[in-house]
T-cell receptor
Framework: ELKVEQNPLFLSMQEGKNYTIYCNYSTTSDRLYWYRQDPGKSLESLFVLLSNGAVKQEGRLMASLDTKARLSTLHITAAVHDLSATYFCAPWGGYTNAGKSTFGDGTTLTVKP | GAVVSQHPSRVICKSGTSVKIECRSLDFQATTMFWYRQFPKQSLMLMATSNEGSKATYEQGVEKDKFLINHASLTLSTLTVTSAHPEDSSFYIC??????????FGSGTRLTVV
């Protein structure tokens, strides 16, 4: 069974600061998703990382994947208030697992002025 | 891009009644649909996976007779919460996947059972 550990669970940052969210998972997965969720809303897709060493960047967010270490990171650069949200990582379980993804517990990010 | 429409967005129902939630893929054929449940300040919990024309596969601990899932076409899946009770109050989210498409989430349905 694929287990996902995300940390930290809560993160309070000041605007302009940098920080990294970590996502560790327990079994082999060669694809991983990052999502953003605003309060009361559904999930918004941020990144899909498809291979070992994959790195993707969008604005102040950059995600990477190390499949050998079973680790993905979401790096926040020069945080702004608009980035306040909950971020979920979700490693893919593969076709043998019906294409299911398992979600981490989420990291709730609060960016303060 | 891929769009998934989920309705209703909010529903309040009386205890003992049934509620149907629809999830439609608007511009692609969803070969697989996933139904999730999310309690406040918690992560998403997968309830079931459905493939078009097949019976849904439920996760352990999810009552299939209570949460009826139908995936009769490549663009529509429905989740019916039967004989709803207050403990069924939650945020229900569908996600659709198709060939050459990743996972697209619906906007969610907030169910309140009174």
């Amino acid at each position: 069974e694929l287990k996902v550990e995300q940390n930290p669970l809560f993160l309070s940052m000041q605007e302009g600061k940098n920080y990294t969210i970590y996502c560790n998972y327990s079994t082999t997965s060669d694809r991983l998703y990052w999502y953003r969720q605003d309060p009361g809303k559904s999930l918004e897709s941020l990144f899909v990382l498809l291979s070992n060493g994959a790195v993707k960047q969008e604005g102040r967010l950059m995600a990477s994947l190390d499949t050998k270490a079973r680790l993905s990171t979401l790096h926040i650069t020069a945080a702004v208030h608009d980035l306040s949200a909950t971020y979920f990582c979700a490693p893919w379980g593969g076709y043998t697992n019906a294409g299911k993804s398992t979600f981490g517990d989420g990291t709730t990010l609060t960016v303060k002025p | 891009g891929a769009v998934v429409s989920q309705h209703p967005s909010r529903v309040i129902c009386k205890s003992g009644t049934s509620v149907k939630i629809e999830c439609r893929s608007l511009d692609f054929q969803a070969t697989t649909m996933f139904w999730y449940r999310q309690f406040p300040k918690q992560s998403l919990m997968l309830m079931a996976t459905s493939n078009e024309g097949s019976k849904a596969t439920y996760e352990q601990g999810v009552e299939k007779d209570k949460f009826l899932i139908n995936h009769a076409s490549l663009t529509l899946s429905t989740l019916t919460v039967t004989s709803a009770h207050p403990e069924d109050s939650s945020f229900y989210i569908c996600s659709a996947s198709g060939v050459n498409y990743g996972y697209t989430f619906g906007s969610g349905t907030r169910l309140t059972v009174v």
